[in-house]
T-cell receptor, first 116, second 113 residues
Framework: DADVTQTPRNRITKTGKRIMLECSQT?????MYWYRQDPGLGLRLIYY???????NKGEISDGYSVSRQAQAKFSLSLESAIPNQTALYFC???????????????FGPGTRLTVL | GENVEQHPSTLSVQEGDSAVIKCTYS??????FPWYKQELGKRPQLIID?????GEKKDQRIAVTLNKTAKHFSLHITETQPEDSAVYFC????????????FGKGTRLHILP
């Protein structure tokens, strides 16, 4: 089945380290997103990309960067990790309005990141 | 930009009773309102959505209502079952602007035996 995958699934790192979280999808969707989930704060958008050449900041982009290597791959980097970036990170994909299941967000399994 | 408020943050109901989760949005131009369910340890998944040209939509035991004038929408779950225990997120978006989705902070629903 077409899916969204994330690597790694769990990561523990130290303050100041550079971390990359990777997302791949076989759904053939053009749009990809990175969200952060914290207890009581819901799903907050970090960055999103509507196609390979399009990158946009979300609500909480400070301290993060992204790279859209191909239609199927969207990576999130923490250049210098800090403890308050400890969270559950989700990648998601969607299709544009006018497509089947337009705007439905298909989420990956999540990456649990702990910054010590 | 759009802001979505969701209440309550936690809700406990007896199995078989109904549950209602409410959301308000700030951008009157928003016209698409999905609801996502996240079971423990799982990824969020879409369970139902509604567009602004419709006031109510039902799918078996779940329904969503929309009041455009008041800018609020609600999720109703009837005859609750243990498998309804999860975190529910409401969200809002503007399809005409081809815009991203903004999520509420979530409601943790507990179904009590």
């Amino acid at each position: 089945d077409a899916d969204v995958t994330q690597t790694p699934r769990n990561r523990i790192t130290k303050t100041g380290k550079r971390i990359m979280l990777e997302c791949s999808q076989t759904k053939g969707h053009d749009r990809m997103y990175w969200y952060r989930q914290d207890p009581g704060l819901g799903l907050r958008l970090i960055y999103y990309s509507f196609d390979v050449k399009d990158i946009n900041k979300g609500e909480i982009s400070d301290g993060y960067s992204v790279s859209r290597q191909a239609q199927a791959k969207f990576s999130l980097s923490l250049e210098s990790a800090i403890p308050n970036q400890t969270a559950l990170y989700f990648c998601a994909t969607s299709q544009p309005y006018g497509s089947d299941s337009y705007n439905e967000q298909f989420f990956g399994p999540g990456t649990r990141l702990t910054v010590l | 930009g759009e802001n979505v408020e969701q209440h309550p943050s936690t809700l406990s109901v007896q199995e078989g009773d109904s549950a209602v989760i409410k959301c308000t949005y700030s951008d009157s131009a928003s016209n698409y309102f999905p609801w996502y369910k996240q079971e423990l340890g799982k990824r969020p998944q879409l369970i139902i959505d509604i567009r602004s040209n419709v006031g109510e939509k039902k799918d078996q035991r779940i329904a969503v209502t929309l009041n455009k004038t008041a800018k609020h929408f609600s999720l109703h779950i009837t005859e609750t079952q243990p498998e309804d225990s999860a975190v529910y997120f409401c969200a809002a978006s503007n399809l005409d602007r081809d815009d991203k989705i903004i999520f509420g902070k979530g409601t943790r629903l507990h179904i009590l035996p």
